[in-house]
T-cell receptor, first 115, second 116 residues
Framework: DQQVKQNSPSLSVQEGRISILNCDYT??????FLWYKKYPAEGPTFLIS?????DKNEDGRFTVFLNKSAKHLSLHIVPSQPGDSAVYFC??????????????FGTGTRLQVTL | NAGVTQTPKFRVLKTGQSMTLLCAQD?????MYWYRQDPGMGLRLIHY???????AKGEVPDGYNVSRLKKQNFLLGLESAAPSQTSVYFC???????????????FGPGTRLLVL
């Protein structure tokens, strides 16, 4: 049972345009969401996060939007750059279960930014 | 700071062999995690530790054992490797600050394991 879903395995965007990566979740107990970026042969690196009490969080070119009623979040990258080409993972957590930060990851979306 | 390091980077095993993957972090983090990544499956949690001397099962623990004898190290063991354990293994760590833990996990570069 995939509790965090990224239904688009891949996305191609032209340099300078907006990239929109989507993520859906089924567990209404998730209250914190993160996006990770992964280059080939490297580990995932943290990109941006959002708490369920917010609907938007912005960090430079990256903005994450959360729609709790739809159980949907999206990552916007504006403007997209060739260095943004990577696999992006959405992750979620219920912070009320235990002490460890047990993240549930989506399957990832491969973003390619073309010149 | 080296962050999170993993040893080895790549390993080939025969079915039934055993091996240990080593994860080390120099950030004084309390929490450490082992994940596996398979095509189309995202990252799945194998085992985790909330402190030195403690371990707990994650989503896919079968066939693996772990130990956290020192705060900075988290070992993942395969007692009898199977082809289904062919995967990329990632270690991660995160810290807690009193009652408030940090959800952001810092990942190592991964270990690619091939079981023939």
């Amino acid at each position: 049972d995939q509790q965090v879903k990224q239904n688009s395995p891949s996305l191609s965007v032209q340099e300078g345009r907006i990239s929109i990566l989507n993520c859906d979740y089924t567990n209404s107990m998730f209250d914190y969401f993160l996006w990770y970026k992964k280059y080939p042969a490297e580990g995932p690196t943290f990109l941006i996060s959002i708490s369920s009490i917010k609907d938007k969080n912005e960090d430079g070119r990256f903005t994450v939007f959360l729609n709790k009623s739809a159980k949907h979040l999206s990552l916007h990258i504006v403007p997209s750059q060739p260095g943004d080409s990577a696999v992006y993972f959405c992750a979620a957590i219920n912070r009320n279960t235990g002490t460890a930060s047990k993240l549930t990851f989506g399957t990832g979306t491969r973003l390619q930014v073309t010149l | 700071n080296a962050g999170v390091t993993q040893t080895p980077k790549f390993r080939v095993l025969k079915t039934g062999q055993s091996m240990t993957l080593l994860c080390a972090q120099d950030m004084n983090h309390e929490y450490m995690y082992w994940y596996r990544q398979d095509p189309g499956m995202g990252l799945r949690l194998i085992h985790y530790s909330v402190g030195e001397g403690t371990t707990a099962k994650g989503e896919v623990p079968d066939g693996y054992n772990v130990s956290r004898l020192k705060k900075q190290n988290f070992l993942l063991g395969l007692e009898s490797a199977a082809p289904s354990q062919t995967s990329v293994y990632f270690c991660a760590s995160s810290y807690s600050r009193g009652d408030r833990r940090r959800e952001t996990q810092y990942f190592g570069p991964g270990t690619r394991l091939l079981v023939l």
